[in-house]
């Protein structure tokens, strides 16, 4: 009867162990995962300011152009409404 609850053991043993390295890889590819995550978070933040700052600095600048507009149609309407023309038939 011993050996039979040796054999039991033994192979319950050999079962837990494939279990403990199934779950250690597990483990591991799960934590590969978060620190991908975050690799990609932090990139995702990085490009969010330039992103961030680039519209900024964009809507600085049209603002600037649609001043220069004004002015230049209180100057000459009649060339400010021809440069408006040419500027949307090359987009």
């Known amino acids: 009867m011993i050996p039979t609850y ?4 033994s192979t319950i043993e050999k079962a837990l162990r494939k279990l ?3 779950y250690q890889r ?6 590969d995962l978060v620190e991908g995550q975050e690799r990609n978070t932090a990139q995702l933040e990085k490009i969010r300011a330039i992103v961030k700052q680039r519209w900024g600095l964009n809507r600085g600048n049209k603002k600037e152009e ?3 507009d004004e002015e230049r149609s209180e100057d000459n309407p009649r060339e400010s409404q021809e440069e408006g023309t040419l500027l949307s038939a090359s987009c």
């Open 20 to 22: 403990m390295e199934e």
């Open 66 to 68: 649609s001043e220069d």
């Open 6 to 9: 040796s054999i039991v053991l």
């Open 26 to 31: 597990v483990r591991k590819s799960l934590w």
